[in-house]
Each structure stands twice: as structure tokens, then as C-alpha cells.
């Protein structure tokens, strides 16, 4: 078995029958962005009761993901999420990467925007790439691929996820873009999507038409560049447009089990 004792507890659940364990990896540094954070790694209960390797689905906000307690808007509940995919065959390791508070907005975006700042996503997506993904591929029972490894985010965790599908296309086959920030560095990612090379795999894009007129302008535009390059809706491309939907961590906790 892949996983330390050390480190694996049951996740505490007011329901009867836990959806699955959370491991604690602590003080993992990183080299790329010379800092260091806890990382959470999400198996369901048919990892112990199987050897097959698993999907690997990366998330951002990673305190945000399964404990009301550690969050800082509210949690996801992407553990009670995952059961219900479970259900429909659908079953995967989640690891969660927690922000790092004041530096969150920087590692978020390649780009630097002239208010917000931002510049160290290449160096975000290399930590990912370079040094946690080889971390969980050891550890656990994962299917490498590109086809079974995804990323997936909100806001600019959304953002830095769409980027990260098509800068590293080797390692990405999938990607869920939440609400993402498009009007960062005055929407340098319309340009970087518009010329990178198209990156196949697949894509979820979603919105809810409460956060603003600009927010939702935007989402339509990235979709349509996404469909002339190729993606197909309801095949490659998943579009959810939220009518209830605002910018907060409750609707996008709500909305991550359709893309799951």
C-alpha cells in the first residue's frame, strides 16, 4: 500500500458512512516558489479495496475544499461530491493545494496585472509539475497520464488552471475553469488561448450569471474561442451557465458535481 499510516486519518463527517480519507502531506516545499504548505490528498474508500491505479484531479484553494473550519469564504464539500460521482462510476484522488494567503493572487497569474500584481503562475505550474506531481505519482496508485490527470480551480484558480491545461498539454487532459478571473492583466488570457496550439483533452467552463455583467461577457467570449478552436460542445466542452449562481465558494461547491 502507497499511503503512510503516518499521515491518514478518517475524515470527520456528520454523515454515518465517510465518503472516502483524507491524508495530510506536511511542510511540502517547493523549490520553484521557495515556500512551503500541507497538502491534502483525497482517497475514496475504493482505493483500499481495489489495485487499480486512479485519475488524479489537482485543485487549488485547497483549505477551501473539505473543512468549513480551515476555510476562508466556506468549504466546497468536494468529499461529499466525489461519493456522489462514485456512484456513478466516477472515482478519483483529489489533491488539494492550499493558497498561500497574501501570495495567492501572485501565484495565480503568469501575467502581471498594474493593481493586482501576479507574475508567478510559470513558477506555480512548474511546482505542480516538477515537484508534487512526482510526490503523489510515488505515493499513491495514480494513472500518470495526461488523460488521467486534471486541474481544476475558481476565480483565478480558474484562471491559472486554464492556463496550466494549455502551457503543459503533456501533463493536462482535463480542466475544470470555474468563474475564472478573465479580466486579470486586462485579459492577457483571451491572447494566450487565442495562439496556443489546440491542446485536445477535455474542458469544463462555468459561470453564474449573478457576479456581473463583465464576468459573464467574458465566460461567453472564452467559450466561443474555445469552440472555433476546435472543442466541441457537450463533447470536449462542458458549459454551465448558472442562474443562481454568484461568485462565492457555496455555488461553486454546488456546481463541482456536474463536472466531476
Given at each position: 500500500m502507497h499511503v503512510s499510516n503516518q499521515y491518514v486519518r478518517k475524515w470527520a463527517l456528520r454523515r454515518r458512512s465517510p465518503p472516502g480519507t483524507l491524508e495530510t502531506i506536511p511542510d511540502v516545499y517547493s523549490p520553484e516558489l521557495a515556500n512551503r504548505r500541507d497538502i491534502l490528498v483525497y482517497l475514496p474508500n475504493s482505493y483500499f479495496r481495489t489495485d487499480r491505479p486512479f485519475p488524479v484531479l489537482y485543485m487549488h484553494d485547497g483549505q477551501n475544499l473539505f473543512d468549513p473550519i480551515t476555510s476562508f469564504a466556506g468549504e466546497w464539500g468536494v468529499d461529499?461530491?466525489?461519493?456522489?460521482?462514485?456512484?456513478?462510476?466516477?472515482?478519483?484522488?483529489?489533491?488539494?493545494?492550499?493558497?498561500?494567503?497574501?501570495?495567492?493572487?501572485?501565484?495565480?497569474?503568469?501575467?502581471?496585472?498594474?493593481?493586482?500584481?501576479?507574475?508567478?503562475?510559470?513558477?506555480?505550474?512548474?511546482?505542480?509539475?516538477?515537484?508534487?506531481?512526482?510526490?503523489?505519482?510515488?505515493r499513491f496508485r495514480t494513472l500518470p497520464e495526461r488523460e488521467g490527470t486534471g486541474i481544476a480551480g475558481s476565480s483565478m484558480g480558474g484562471l491559472i488552471s486554464l492556463y496550466a491545461f494549455f502551457r503543459a498539454p503533456h501533463a493536462f487532459g482535463f480542466a475544470g475553469v470555474m468563474s475564472p478571473a478573465l479580466w486579470f492583466a486586462e485579459g492577457a488570457i483571451f491572447?494566450?488561448?487565442?495562439?496556443?496550439?489546440?491542446?485536445?483533452?477535455?474542458?469544463?467552463?462555468?459561470?453564474?450569471?449573478?457576479?456581473?455583467?463583465?464576468?459573464?461577457?467574458?465566460?461567453?467570449?472564452?467559450?466561443?474561442i474555445l469552440v472555433q478552436k476546435g472543442y466541441t460542445m457537450n463533447e470536449t466542452l462542458s458549459w454551465t451557465e448558472d442562474e443562481r449562481g454568484m461568485h462565492n465558494e457555496e455555488c461553486w461547491g454546488r456546481r463541482i458535481r456536474d463536472p466531476l
Open positions: 461529499h461530491a466525489m461519493a456522489t460521482a462514485a456512484k456513478r462510476g466516477r472515482r478519483a484522488i483529489v489533491v488539494a493545494i492550499p493558497n498561500m494567503g497574501i501570495d495567492r493572487t501572485k501565484e495565480y497569474s503568469p501575467f502581471v496585472d498594474s493593481r493586482a500584481g501576479g507574475g508567478a503562475g510559470d513558477a506555480y505550474v512548474d511546482f505542480i509539475l516538477q515537484t508534487l506531481k512526482p510526490m503523489i505519482d510515488a491572447r494566450y488561448v487565442r495562439t496556443a496550439p489546440y491542446a485536445g483533452g477535455r474542458i469544463y467552463l462555468d459561470v453564474g450569471t449573478r457576479e456581473g455583467v463583465g464576468t459573464l461577457n467574458n465566460a461567453r467570449e472564452l467559450r466561443d
